[in-house]
């Protein structure tokens, strides 16, 4: 989790991306001689690979692109890229939404969002922690972090709040007819994951991340970006 957030560049939040979706995968089958702990953890592990396909496809379009894959880089010089992200898929929409395509993997948004319920097969404090709290917002954090490009393109960004809208509407529903506790943590986890994509589908990237307040900074959430 340190490395996938501290990390400057694409690649480095790319390894700690895959260390979170290892220990994740240990953790579901953590129970592994029960049937459904171990079909839970296999069931996350296949998905793991079209999560990581998606976000390299969209590094190597990205660097296509624009010829980096620094976090810092990419949003200073956000501003001269406006004119190749215009159009409805222009570069900078299509390197959006690859990246938006592994994010929803990662967070468990609509379609993506069927590992997250069977996730809770594993230890509950560490369930309640990894899978309802902290590894599965990484996707939110990959999409806030690359605030500077989603501004860019608004057909990204409603693309972004309609799937997360549409998750929090369907994921809070099924949770109202659960019976089981652990089944409730998980479709309650699931429709807060789509208000925050929701939030950073209105350009509210730091309403997202609970980053930013008035009493930190007297800038709009809006405004929010990585490395200033």
């Known amino acids: 989790m340190l490395l996938l957030v501290l990390g400057g560049n694409l690649p480095l939040l790319f390894v700690g991306w895959e260390g979170v979706g290892l220990c994740s995968y240990l953790l579901i089958g953590f129970w592994y001689k029960k049937d459904s702990a171990s079909a839970a953890g296999m069931k996350a592990f ?7 396909r998606r976000l390299i496809l969209g590094m ?18 956000a501003g001269g890229l406006i004119h190749e992200g215009a159009g409805v898929l ?35 404090p560490v369930s309640a922690l990894i899978h309802a709290a902290t590894m599965v917002t990484a996707g939110v954090y990959l999409v806030a972090r690359l ?41 309650s986890t699931v429709s807060q994951l789509g208000y925050m994509f929701l939030a950073c589908g209105v350009g509210a990237f730091g309403v997202a991340v609970f980053t930013c307040s008035p009493t930190r900074s007297s800038r709009p959430c809006s405004s929010w970006a990585p490395g200033r």
Not at 108 to 117: G, K, M, R, S
């Open 60 to 77: 190597i379009y990205i660097f296509h692109q624009f010829g980096t894959l620094d976090l810092v880089d990419l949003a200073t010089n």
């Open 90 to 124: 222009g570069p900078v929409t299509i390197a959006c939404l690859l990246l938006f395509l592994g994010a929803c993997g990662k967070s468990a948004q609509i379609p993506l969002q069927v590992w997250l319920p069977d996730a809770m097969e594993g230890p509950t």
């Open 147 to 187: 605030a500077p490009l989603y501004h860019l393109s608004e057909t990204a960004l409603t693309v972004v709040g309609i799937v997360g809208a549409a998750t929090a509407l369907m994921a809070a529903t099924i949770a109202l007819v659960q019976t089981d506790i652990k089944k409730v943590l998980a479709y």
């Open 46 to 52: 296949r998905g793991e690979p079209d999560r990581r």
